[in-house]
């Protein structure tokens, strides 16, 4: 089992920037890919960006390309969402995931472990 604890999301205006992190426990960070999505309301959870195990490697959505960052620190066990220029259509829950299989993977069902969420919110 991995546990799992987003924080860092709030309430900002178009243009700010966020550093969301994501804490795990439980088994090795290390031995696991790394992913964080969002869901906006009325709308499916989607992929925002996902890290190799060893934090050399990193994949994102077109969406988000160029303006967030993810990286992680496996000595403590953290996941980092820089998110910079945010625009208002960034505005959803944030969710980070871990996952054992292939790198990169988009697809919802290769994370098994999910926190339960940050909320960001970007006001024009």
């Known amino acids: 089992q991995v546990q799992l604890v987003e924080s860092g999301g709030g309430l900002v205006q178009a243009g700010d920037s966020l550093r969301l992190s994501c804490v795990a426990s439980g088994r090795t960070f290390s031995d696991y890919i790394v992913g964080w999505f969002r869901q906006a309301p009325g709308k499916e959870r989607e992929f925002v960006a996902t890290?190799?195990?060893?934090?050399?490697?990193?994949y994102y959505a077109n969406s988000v390309k160029g303006r967030f960052t993810i990286s992680r620190n496996n000595a403590e066990n953290t996941v980092y969402l820089q998110m910079n220029s945010l625009k208002p259509e960034d505005t959803a829950v944030y969710y980070c995931?871990?996952?054992?299989?292939?790198?990169?993977?988009?697809?919802?069902?290769?994370?098994?472990?999910w926190g339960q969420g940050t909320q960001v919110t970007v006001s024009s």
């Open positions: 890290i190799n195990r060893s934090g050399g490697t990193t």
């Open positions: 995931a871990t996952g054992g299989g292939r790198f990169p993977t988009t697809r919802i069902n290769d994370y098994i472990y």
